[in-house]
């Protein structure tokens, strides 16, 4: 031993010596695998009174290195906790001291802090010692944590009102509380050191049981809670719910398991009752086709239903912490009278559907009908949501199928009895436009401009007499509007209206491309047309990925003058137009070729700044 303290010493004075010889980046290297190891080295000249130490040595004691890494003793000992420096001083001068030896000590660094060191040290000559310092602070407090946890441990177990009991990994009882005994009636010394086939309170049917989920625990690692039966010393049987948790050992492997007994022969009884009550009712709700959201008090969401995500597109957790009038149901209404309806609610005034409009993360709107319950205790709310949109349009369709139904048999029959005369008018209006004067041509020349407009209404009602029959293609959205936008160009540029295009990189889509064409030759058309008398501003027009997958939007977006929002909600009926001279047919007949495509068609509009037309297409038909 005092040969390998003597080769300390001489490795320690090599160790310095190596490290200021070495070059700067090599030099930090060998310091930093010092610092990783912990250990700062250094040695003592009793004779000069000189303390040389490595850079981690008064790394470790708080300092800086000191010129040529030398501090005296009397500095190093102000650093020692003042009831440590006796310690240390009866080691002073004992120069032939030939054994190794360890001190403890504290120190008290420059910053306040206090830190455990433990130095080891030997003399290597009579004036001469050597020694690492390792900072044991860490290791010192989870020694101390670890004695306290242990104390705790059972002092814990020993006062808890449960019955616990310790098994050891071999199935050994190693430690029952005072609830155990006193419940079952054993004392802790017919219990302590038995097997689990020796204990005498488990009975013979559920050893198995008992060592079935304790080999679960091992190969889970994870808790097992089950009920059980267990014999009392008297003979009497108790229904128990079992809780077995592993207890890992210091090496990482389960070393013995915590098992908690708790009579629940009633509660038992009681429990499976409510159970299956909680379950029927989890399973209606949870399966119910109607969204269904609990919430508290203050309006946020507790928990909602697969329902609820389908048919708004908002999970639970996007939506918890959001302010109620953020939610998709809220319907624009404001933070007051939110605050209003939900006291009405939680005073007992439930509602019974009432219809109002969402929306659909996306965008979408939906129509819903809405029932609102209290929970009895007053601490929260119900809310279903029945999705009514499907109803509402299936309605709307109906109710547009019979319109057109009666437009195409009226179209059919008041074809025939206006498109004969209309072009005998028109070819005998021509014949007589030569043989009139200037007054009189004007005056034809209404007469030609309004017989064209009632040929065009007309023709735009025999269009919607005649089945229409849908052969979808993949096309390139960017080449259709591309031609759509070339057609009108020339319209444009006569209005000083510059076309901008937004084209995102989209797959190319299933349609019906002469009919699609002729929709975004009605919505560029209107655009230019909505553009102000004196003309000059920009028409945007944007192809974008939509939110939802596998689908593509639409804009075009105009800086116009806008419409009104009570006219927006208007602009697909039938004869209904916002142009002096517009047939009202155009965009219905736009809004019903986007439909058969299986997509939707959205107007927003803001007065004074203009209007954005987007239009919602599915890549592939039949996903709608």
């Avoid at 279903?384 to 299936?394: A, Y």
């Amino acid at each position: 031993m005092a040969l390998a303290w003597v080769m300390l010493g001489f490795l320690s004075i090599i160790v310095f010596v190596i490290i200021g010889g070495l070059p700067k980046r090599n030099r930090r290297l060998m310091l930093a695998s010092q610092r990783m190891a912990g250990i700062g080295n250094w040695s003592y000249n009793l004779e000069r009174n000189q303390l040389f130490g490595t850079e981690l040595f008064f790394c470790l004691i708080g300092v800086p290195v000191p010129p040529r890494a030398r501090m005296k003793l009397e500095s190093f000992l102000e650093l020692v906790h003042p009831e440590d420096r006796p310690l240390i001083e009866q080691h002073h001068g004992v120069a032939d001291r030939k054994d190794s030896f360890t001190i403890g000590f504290r120190i008290i660094r420059p910053d306040g802090k206090t830190r455990w060191m433990q130095a080891q040290m030997q003399s290597t000559s009579p004036q001469r010692y050597v020694g690492i310092l390792q900072d044991r602070t860490e290791k010192r407090n989870l020694e101390t944590e670890a004695r306290l946890a242990h104390h705790h441990l059972y002092s814990f177990i020993d006062n808890h009102m449960d019955p616990i009991v310790i098994w050891r990994a071999d199935g050994t009882v190693l430690r029952v509380n005072r609830a155990f005994t006193d419940l079952l009636g054993y004392s802790s010394e017919e219990i302590e050191g038995n097997g689990i086939g020796d204990t005498p309170f488990i009975p013979d049917e559920y050893r198995e049981q008992m060592n079935r989920y304790c080999l679960q625990t091992i190969a889970n690692k994870t808790a097992a809670t089950f009920e059980t039966e267990r014999l009392k010393k008297d003979g009497g049987t108790l229904q128990i719910l079992l809780s077995i948790t592993p207890l890992v050992g210091a090496d990482g492997r389960m070393d013995s398991w915590i098992a908690i007994l708790r009579d629940c022969t009633e509660q038992l009884a009681a429990t499976r009752q409510l159970k299956e009550a909680q379950g029927e009712l989890e399973s209606f709700i949870e399966h119910n086709i109607d969204a269904i959201a609990f919430f508290n008090r203050d309006g946020t969401i507790r928990k909602m239903n697969a329902a609820f995500e389908r048919i708004f597109g908002w999970t639970l957790e996007e939506l918890k912490g959001t302010p109620l009038v953020d939610y998709p149901f809220a319907n624009g209404r404001s933070q007051d009278e939110i605050n209003v309806r939900l006291r009405e609610i939680m005073s007992g005034k439930g509602t019974q559907n009432s219809e109002l409009q969402g929306r659909h993360k996306d965008g979408t709107p939906l129509s819903v009908m809405i029932s609102t319950t209290p929970f009895p205790d007053r601490n929260g709310f119900a809310v279903m949501f029945k999705d009514v949109s499907e109803l509402k349009e299936t309605r709307d369709m109906l109710g547009r199928s019979e319109m057109l139904s009666v437009l195409g048999q009226l179209a059919a029959g008041v074809a025939h009895e206006i498109k004969n005369p209309l072009t005998s008018l028109k070819g005998f209006a021509r014949l007589l436009e030569p043989t009139l004067q200037n007054k009189e041509q004007r005056y034809i020349g209404i007469m030609k401009e309004e017989l064209d407009r009632i040929e065009l209404i007309v023709n735009e009602m025999l269009v919607l007499s005649k089945p229409q029959v849908m052969e979808f293609e993949e096309r390139d959205m960017s080449e259709l509007l591309n031609y759509v936008i070339e057609l009108l160009g020339t319209q444009a540029i006569m209005k000083s209206i510059e076309i901008l295009k937004g084209f995102e990189e989209v797959p190319p889509i299933a349609c019906e491309e002469r009919q699609l064409k002729q929709v975004f030759v009605n919505l560029l058309k209107n655009a230019i047309e909505a553009m102000p008398g004196n003309g000059r501003g920009n028409i945007h027009v944007s192809i974008k990925h939509a939110p939802r997958p596998d689908y593509i939007r639409i804009l075009v977006s105009d800086q116009g003058q806008g419409i009104a929002p009570e006219r927006l909600a208007r602009l697909t009926e039938p004869f209904y137009t916002t142009k002096e001279k517009g047939t009202g047919l155009g965009l219905m007949m736009t809004a019903s070729i986007v439909e058969r495509h299986g997509g939707t068609i959205q107007f927003e509009s803001e007065l004074g700044v203009g209007t954005t037309v987007t239009v919602t297409l599915p890549v592939k038909q039949g996903m709608s």
